[in-house]
């Protein structure tokens, strides 16, 4: 086995579960993750020269960005998302909008698994902005780019997406107290 294989073989061995592990989070389902796998590990396999210390917190760092990004652009290509009109909201109510209450709402009421059951019940057009933001970390500019829409729509679908989550909660908690 040549040097090459054994260090792929080593990253795979090393990084396999973990990087399924967070796949599986931000995708929401097992066969999109084992796909963005699939794919990681096969621009892993092409850029072992940039990875020199496969335990190092450099080398996780760039294994985790490689998948986010792979699973960034499949958002992307199978991203059917339907066109809104920016006179739907207004960015007089969007301004108005109590959106701190909302994101506290979240982060203090909310569990994680809780989170991602209701961030997975949202729609694409809301979700995938959701994830690339709060999860993978981007700008809202940098989502605009990647999803193809303009800026105040990814603040609309950001919005939205967290006014949802919040419905969702609410009628869960709800839901419950009447059992």
Sequence with gaps: MSDAAKKQEEI??????????????????????EDALQTTFLNISQNLHKIEDIDSNKA???????????????????ARMPHIEYDEVSADKLAQADEYSLDEYIA????????????NK???E????????????MKETEIAK???????????RLYRAKKK???????????????
Excluded: C, M, W
Aim: no cysteine.
């Design 12 to 33: 795979f061995q090393k990084y396999n579960k973990k990087l399924y592990y967070i796949a599986l989070h931000i995708t929401g389902n097992k066969e999109d993750a």
């Design 122 to 124: 949202l729609k694409d």
């Design 60 to 78: 996780y760092n760039y294994i985790v960005t490689i998948l986010k990004n792979n699973i960034t652009d499949t958002f992307r290509k199978h």
């Design 146 to 156: 990647k999803l193809g829409i303009p800026l105040h729509l990814v603040g609309i």
């Design 126 to 137: 809301y979700r995938i902005p959701f994830l690339l933001k709060y999860y993978i970390g």
């Design 165 to 179: 989550i919040k419905e969702i909660y609410i009628q869960k908690e709800g839901g419950e107290k009447n059992e």
């Design 108 to 119: 203090d009421k909310i569990e994680f698994q809780e989170a991602v059951s209701a961030v």
